[in-house]
């Protein structure tokens, strides 16, 4: 098999599909990202106002790169409002929800929705990863120290996606970088990892994320995130719906 050609855990600065286009098929073990939503943020440097059709053909391109160059498994955070976009390029495996305890966002309902999908494929011909529980409870906030970007995910959710969903010494990429949070997380659980983002600021600021010193052994998050048996996962989310009815008492 080909090598990557790039330095692995580490930061680039390019537009993504560019960047993958010189990635060798099935280079990387997971791809798990967060792109934009077409919601109107304000990026450093990326127009986040598409129109729907063109939005569509950002996420068919997006969905066919992630394929050829990823072995095992895919997961994306797409936003409420396009959903129906990722359902009709390909249905997932599974859906994972993520209650938002602390925040909503309006939806074409003339409401308002309280979570968000995270949706997982299996690009592998037998699925590697089960699915341990299909629902996440993480509050919306901003670590500390991330201020910089207008939308940063969970550590914690993203350490449990990373957690669940590959393997230590797997390559996890992630094309839209972002925050750094999915790599740090990486990083955490002893994975390798290799992110992209079209921002300079970014990237620069990623890198100096990426370069504090872990707080808490890898082993540590080890035996939290994983190996969990059958009962562990009842308990979990036994938790998170018991943590669900006082944050709504």
Known sequence: MEQIPFALNDVYKGDCFYLM?????????????????????????????????DYKQFCIRLFYEVKRICKKTFIITPGMNNL?????????????????????????CMGFDCWEPI??????????HRVPINHYSYLVNFEQGVDWHPCPKPLKMMRKLVG??????????????????TLFAAKQLGRRYLGFDM????VQKMKERLSQELLISFD????????????????????????HQEETE
């Open 164 to 181: 669940d969903y590959s393997n230590p010494d797997d390559v996890i990429l992630d094309p839209f970088a972002g925050s750094g949070t």
């Open 199 to 202: 921002s300079e600021y970014y």
């Open 21 to 53: 286009r010189q990635l060798p098929d099935k280079s990387v073990d997971c791809v798990i990202t967060d792109p934009p939503y077409n919601a109107n943020l304000d990026y450093e440097n990326y127009d986040d106002t598409k129109s729907e059709e």
């Open 220 to 243: 540590g998050f080890k035996s939290f995130e994983l190996n969990k048996n059958e009962d562990d996962y009842v308990k979990e989310a036994i938790e998170i719906e018991n943590n």
């Open 84 to 108: 129906h976009i990722w359902l009709g390029i390909k249905k997932p495996n599974c859906i994972i929800s993520w209650y938002k305890p602390n925040t909503v966002s309006r939806n074409q």
């Open 119 to 128: 949706l997982y494929y299996s690009l592998s011909e037998v699925i590697k």
